[in-house]
């Protein structure tokens, strides 16, 4: 059975020989464990955290040698959990694996869904982070301004339509022209702009001639610069993410110290990490109810960047990192 392990620690951008694709043979469950053939691997940005020797507080560390770390949703092929059966779909803790063995505790199954996929994206982990995220921290109100990065991403890509369903004015900042297009056309954005444009600063005062209200704050860097001087009086400011900097800072030679703070006493800005982890037990079934109807009227659109074999998983994580994905990144690992 197929696994990548952490080979070397990454030094920056991670290359594809700090990933190790090995073969293992089949485990065997011992009682209480779960035998899982993983179908659907998912792929995200925190998983660049924990390949550093120190992760931050709410994970840990994977060693060097152990399989990289990650959800995935699979069928259960052996069972020695009461409450799992062989031919059950879950979903679990399973790791870049073809075969993982699971505590039967840490396996959770499938609500109605039409595509299994769609538990680690629409009807899963980021989607579930954007919500909480975006209604409970950004607080929407009608009318107001919004501004959200990685805006076709896993995360960006609900905010954005959650926040119009709110009645707001959504600016999403993306990669690109082709992203930028579908955020306008197919999510409903009322603006998006290219972040690697040269003047990004002054498109964006110009497509938020009211200011900002809400900032998803998923990337940090240059448009977090780009976003300070725009931010209104009580303006909220989710902090879930800051992709730019996890491959290390590029730019140490800039001090945004005093810009941050004078903006956030200023302008009397609430300012309030996240981390999903701690929202599950009470407020995942109301991102469930909300997010299948959503889904089901077709007010919410989704896209998935399928990647094709666990063999692609390092190449198409690299670039996850750096922009090269279009949606939700799933790695299909294994047929049904
Ligand atoms: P995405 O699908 O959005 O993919 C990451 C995207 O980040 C890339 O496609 C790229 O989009 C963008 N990006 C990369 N580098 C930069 C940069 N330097 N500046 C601006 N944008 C950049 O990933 P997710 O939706 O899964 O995750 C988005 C963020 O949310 C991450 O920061 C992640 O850590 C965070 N997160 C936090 C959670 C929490 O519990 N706090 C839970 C889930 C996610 P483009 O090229 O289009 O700009």
Redesign the pocket.
């Known amino acids: 059975s197929g696994r990548i392990v952490l080979a070397a620690r990454p030094r920056g951008r991670p290359q594809l020989s700090d990933f190790r694709l090995e073969h293992v043979p089949v485990p065997e469950p011992a009682e209480g464990q779960v035998l899982l053939r993983t179908m659907f691997l998912s792929l995200?940005?925190?998983m660049r955290q924990q390949m550093d020797a120190v992760a931050p507080v709410y994970s840990s560390s994977i060693a060097l040698g152990a399989p990289m770390v990650g959800e995935a949703v699979g069928r259960v092929v052996a069972s020695r959990h009461p409450r799992w059966r062989a031919g059950d779909l879950a979903l679990g803790p399973a790791g870049w694996q073809e075969h993982a063995l699971l505590d039967g505790n840490a396996l959770t199954p499938l609500g109605p869904m039409q595509s299994p996929s769609q538990a680690l994206g629409v009807l899963g982990?980021?989607a579930f982070?954007a919500y909480v995220?975006l209604l409970d921290i950004g607080r929407p109100r009608v009318g107001e301004t919004l501004v959200v990065?990685?805006?076709?991403?896993?995360?960006?890509?609900i905010v954005g339509q959650i926040a119009k369903l709110k009645g707001m004015r959504v600016v999403g900042?993306?990669?690109?022209a082709d992203?930028c297009v579908h955020a306008v056309e197919a999510l409903g954005f009322d603006a998006c702009l290219d972040?690697h444009a040269q003047d990004l600063a002054s498109r964006l005062a110009q497509a938020c001639p009211s200011g900002i209200d809400v900032y998803f704050e998923?990337?940090?860097?240059?448009?977090l610069d780009a976003v300070l001087p725009l931010l209104n009086v009580g303006a909220r400011i989710p902090l879930?993410?800051?992709?730019?900097d996890?491959n290390g800072a590029t730019d140490r030679g800039v001090d945004h110290r005093p810009a941050l703070l004078a903006a956030v006493l200023q302008k009397r800005i609430r300012m309030q990490?996240?981390?999903?982890?701690d929202h599950y037990a009470d407020r995942f079934e109301a991102f469930r109810r909300d997010m299948a109807g959503w889904l089901a009227d077709g007010r919410i659109a989704e896209r998935e960047?399928r990647v094709e074999g666990l063999e692609r998983a390092p190449e198409a994580f690299i670039g996850?990192?750096?922009?090269?994905?279009?949606?939700?990144?799933v790695v299909r690992v294994g047929d049904d």
């Open positions: 995200d940005p925190y982990m980021p982070t995220g990065a990685a805006a076709t991403g896993a995360v960006g890509a900042i993306a990669g690109g992203k972040r998923n990337v940090g860097g240059a448009v879930i993410g800051h992709i730019a996890y990490g996240m981390i999903i982890l960047h996850l990192l750096e922009g090269r994905n279009f949606g939700k990144v």
